[in-house]
């Protein structure tokens, strides 16, 4: 894709991106139509389905490169991490840095696509809450979310576990490390392909595994 890029210096743990779209809530997700999940269980590599750690789908498909609304939804545009470009260990939870070549730029300037390797940022649940836009013209505010949800959630479930009221669920990214004059990258945690026939992939050709534990986590897989 496109990808996204930092022009200048962001220090670890600044929010980077926001993920525009639709919202489906888990609840909603459980009883979809038929059509729906069938729409969603396609497994097609150029969907961009970004689902948080408490089920909760964020549906960008139809979300334009650019919006306009919001300049800092760019989270659905951002690439997965490439394949190493030399021999390295597995991924664990760290980033592991390149020797920069002799002949490389090392002007300020310069733009670095792969200065490390794996990913240089992750996926972090939002909650835009009443609290957050208090004293702030809520409704001004609320403009800039750039999310609605398909369906809205059900009181039992939408405020369950929060002290806040919640007036949308996001999801954004966050650096996992100081990123400057660099492409964006995090681990999309891809879900294999669970119809892929025995001896094929059961990922897209780009795709390179970072991190097993964390896909075996995330889809409740065994090792």
């Known amino acids: 894709g496109r990808g996204v890029y930092v022009d200048g210096y962001a220090p670890a743990g600044t929010l980077l991106a926001l993920f525009p779209g639709k919202v489906w809530p888990k609840e909603h997700l459980q009883s979809a139509s ?126 369950a576990f929060d002290k806040d009221e919640i007036v949308m669920h996001g999801l954004g990214l966050v650096a996992l490390r100081d990123v400057k004059d660099e492409e964006l990258f995090y681990d999309y945690r891809m879900s294999p392909d669970a119809e892929a026939k025995e001896g094929g992939s059961e990922y897209p050709s780009w795709y390179y595994v970072w991190d097993q534990e964390a896909i075996n986590s995330r889809w409740d897989m065994d090792e």
């Open 34 to 159: 038929i059509q729906t999940q069938m729409q969603f269980s396609q497994n097609d590599s150029r969907d961009q389905l970004s689902m948080r750690y408490d089920d909760i789908l964020i549906d960008s498909r139809l979300s334009p490169y650019t919006v306009v609304k919001n300049l800092w939804a760019l989270g659905h545009i951002v690439n997965h991490p490439p394949a190493p470009t030399v021999k390295a260990t597995p991924l664990q939870h760290e980033v592991n840095k390149l020797q920069p070549s002799e002949e490389s730029d090392k002007s300020d300037n310069a733009t670095n696509h792969h200065p490390h390797e794996g990913p240089n940022c992750g996926i972090v649940p939002i909650n835009f809450t009443d609290q957050t836009l208090e004293g702030h013209g809520s409704n001004k505010l609320r403009e800039y979310i750039p999310n609605e949800y398909e369906l809205t959630p059900k009181a039992w479930a939408k405020n």
